[in-house]
């Protein structure tokens, strides 16, 4: 049985919260490699969406830097993805970057610590 449109806009909203927090502790990451000027490879964590994960992603400061230009991209483990709140955009050696929609997007956007700066 499908699960009424409350129910799933409010898991899409539950997934986009998880993965802005971690959009932020990366930012942070991001931040003290600047500080120390450790600039050429970031350790990031996972930006999925499943509240267990703790795995990271290397990936280069350029990539970073791309992938945090547009609020409702997130870089995920393959495998890591959510269809039902995201799609795959961008593959790359050793992570996806994946696409936020309907509410989910309309929390990552709202929760983009880039945009809050501006």
């Known amino acids: 049985m499908a699960q009424p449109i409350d129910e ?13 927090l971690f959009r932020e502790v990366n930012e ?3 931040e003290l490699a600047e500080t120390f000027d450790l600039k050429d490879e970031l350790t ?3 930006e999925c969406g499943w509240g267990e994960c703790d795995e990271r992603i290397a990936l ?3 990539e970073y830097d791309r992938l945090r230009r547009i609020p409702t991209h997130f870089a ?3 495998g890591h993805e959510i269809p039902d709140v995201e799609r795959v955009v961008e593959r790359h050696d050793g992570f996806v970057v994946v696409e ?6 309309n929390v ?3 929760l983009d610590p880039r945009r809050r700066a501006d």
């Open 8 to 20: 799933m806009d409010q898991r899409a909203r539950e997934i986009g919260r998880h993965q802005a």
């Open 76 to 78: 995920v483990l393959p």
């Open 108 to 110: 990552a956007i709202r």
């Open 100 to 105: 936020k929609f309907g509410e989910s997007a």
């Open 60 to 62: 280069r400061e350029d």
């Open 44 to 46: 990031i964590l996972c």
């Open 28 to 30: 942070r990451i991001e």
